[in-house]
């Protein structure tokens, strides 16, 4: 593949689901990669097209730009760009070669996982840590003792390598939901910069599965960091997962994921609002495989340890044991949660009889 075709499938790939111009497309190559001129890409992108592996579709004076998941050769494309992404990383990066080796040799016998991506390689690597999303080709509830196994084989090799391991296991219909889901949440961020290190072919067919059925993926270039939300945002959030604050001006906001509600809270420092988090994890449908991943990267795994294990007492659930367990596993130290307190909350909204 040449660079300019590679480039505009790294740049088409990561933005998938946004409608972008010739120009447009130009400009986030050359944010990607330093530099791109306007005529080298839309000379490209008409053999592209003329191959069946782009789109090119007017709009007025334009002509908006997408990969054709229709076309068996887009699947090669997207397989050969994040290989040569990957060697590209490992040659700047050699002590990831190591790392991504370990891996493999650790999970070859899990014939379940269906693909694994590196996330935010580049800035992961220079703080020393790796986010890994695993994906299975069934669901985490159907597969629980290999995912624990994969779990544990990880931590082993976190200690191995001393390097922080993120991991993030989904099943593949999980994970198609959400990436389906109109409201932000950080698996769409995380998408948008990752390279598929193991089975690349495989990771595209299960998004573009995702998009015969639906035809609603879309990554999200820009990334919500939970400990940053505004306060008004939260509110509105809150208000919607049905914790609704007393004297609370509640007004439109941008809807985000109950997982980065809660994380948004177990950062900060309203004691406060802490009592809201099993009040809308008891009202709502979380996914706690996301949860979990996202409360062990902010540092914040054993207040949400505490709070699961007194509402799992007050309302017993079986996901939320699976997540106890997993926390568990990974030798998470609880931050104990006052249960008398969270019960009472738990009867003045509405979320226990």
């Avoid at 940053?228 to 609704?244: D, M, V």
Wanted: hydrophobic share 40%; with cysteine.
């Amino acid at each position: 593949m040449d660079q300019t075709t590679l480039r505009i499938v790294d740049g088409l790939s990561r933005s998938l689901g946004m409608q972008l111009s010739i120009n447009e497309l130009t400009r986030e190559i050359a944010r990607l990669h330093g530099k791109a001129y306007y005529a080298n890409v839309y000379n490209k992108l008409r053999r592209l097209s003329k191959e069946g592996t782009v789109a090119l579709t007017r709009a007025g004076k334009s002509s908006l730009v997408s990969l054709n998941f229709g076309s068996y050769l887009t699947m090669d494309l997207l397989t050969e760009m994040e290989l040569t992404r990957k060697h590209d990383l490992l040659k700047r990066r050699e002590s990831l070669r190591l790392l991504l080796a370990g891996i493999g040799e650790q999970l070859k016998d899990f014939y379940l996982i269906n693909s694994l991506c590196l996330i935010n390689p580049e800035s992961n690597t220079s703080l020393n840590r790796a986010e890994l999303l695993i994906l299975l080709q069934k669901g985490t509830d159907e597969s629980k003792s290999d995912t624990e196994a994969i779990r544990k084989s990880l931590m082993n090799l976190q200690a191995l390598h001393n390097i922080r391991i993120d991991l993030l296991i989904l099943g593949k219909d999980e994970f198609l939901e959400l990436l389906k889901a109109e409201e932000r949440n950080p698996l769409k961020e995380m998408l948008s910069n990752k390279i598929a290190f193991s089975a690349p072919q495989s990771f595209w067919s299960v998004i573009k599965d995702g998009l015969e059925r639906s035809g609603r993926i879309r990554f999200e270039r820009e990334a919500i960091d939970p400990r940053k939300i505004p306060e008004r945002t939260l509110a509105y959030n809150l208000a919607r997962f049905g914790y609704k604050e007393m004297g609370t001006k509640i007004e439109r906001e941008e809807n985000v994921c109950i997982e980065l509600v809660v994380t948004s809270l177990l950062t900060g420092k309203d004691a406060r609002r802490i009592d809201a988090i099993p009040v809308i994890l008891a009202k709502d449908q979380a996914n706690y495989n996301l949860l979990v991943f996202l409360c062990q990267k902010y540092n914040v795994s054993g207040r949400l340890l505490g709070l699961l294990r007194a509402l799992n007492r007050i309302r017993p659930e079986k996901r939320l044991q699976t997540a106890i367990d997993t926390l568990e596993a990974m030798e998470v130290r609880e931050v104990r949660a006052d249960p008398s307190s969270i019960r009472e909350r738990l009867r003045l909204y509405n979320a226990i009889g």
